[in-house]
């Protein structure tokens, strides 16, 4: 499979604890993105790398959120003392630069992160 | 079948019929569009992409339609499928060319009836 994944797909923890999710893009992708997806909601922006460059920072990153790049490929993004209002689907994304192909972007299955 | 987006997020329609989904965008200086289908537990699949030199888009059984002037985007879905039940979302890019995050809408829940 080529395709952007996510691991782990589910996570359930207690509030106050730590978690954190990885995203292995397509390989020649060089833009990455995270996404955070409440029920009933459209995909909301959290964070955009291009290579190992943090571009762009959402509002809805608080200083609890911390994502990395750190070679340019896979990407991780923590959660530290985690809240109950921190429960959504995090999607991750890659997409091609600007000038090749269409610049879509291709989404992983999501990791769901349930809170206690 | 049509939906109206934010104010009627359901769309319901008849295997073989047409459906029409429709999404009014905010910021005037988006340039690039795309809409998505999201299944249950799964993530968002592209669909169709626009342009915003472009006002009309064909695919296979799907037509993407962008109307600048009132900021309008609607997919046509011609002859559906129960395959086609999903939430579709379009999502908005205000300059394609750096990168920037793309925009999503809420998104419309589309139920085929056998």
């Known amino acids: 499979d080529t395709g952007v994944s996510q691991d782990p797909r589910h996570k359930i923890t207690k509030r106050g604890q730590n978690v954190t999710f990885r995203c292995d893009p397509i390989s020649e992708h060089n833009r990455l993105y995270w996404y955070r997806q409440t029920l009933g909601q459209g995909p909301e922006f959290l964070t955009y790398f291009q290579n190992e460059a943090q571009l762009e920072k959402s509002r809805l990153l608080s200083d609890r959120f911390s994502a990395e790049r750190p070679k340019g490929s896979f990407s991780t993004l923590e959660i530290q003392r985690t809240e109950q209002g921190d429960s959504a689907m995090y999607l991750c994304a890659s997409s091609l630069r600007a000038g090749v192909g269409s610049g879509e972007l291709f989404f992983g299955e999501g990791s769901r992160l349930t809170v206690l | 079948g049509e939906s109206v987006g934010l104010h009627l997020p359901t769309l319901s329609v008849q295997e073989g019929d047409n459906s029409i989904i429709n999404c009014a965008y905010s910021n005037s200086a988006s340039d690039y569009f795309i809409w998505y289908k999201q299944e249950s537990g799964k993530g968002p699949q592209f669909i169709i992409d626009i342009r915003s030199n472009m006002d009309k888009r064909q695919g296979q059984r799907v037509t993407v339609l962008l109307n600048k002037t009132v900021k309008h985007l609607s997919l046509q879905i011609a002859a559906t499928q129960p395959g086609d039940s999903a939430v579709y979302f379009c999502?908005?890019?205000?300059?394609?060319?750096?990168?920037?995050?793309?925009?999503f809408g809420t998104g419309t829940s589309l139920t085929v009836i056998p």
């Open positions: 999502a908005e890019n205000r300059n394609r060319d750096t990168g920037n995050q793309f925009y």
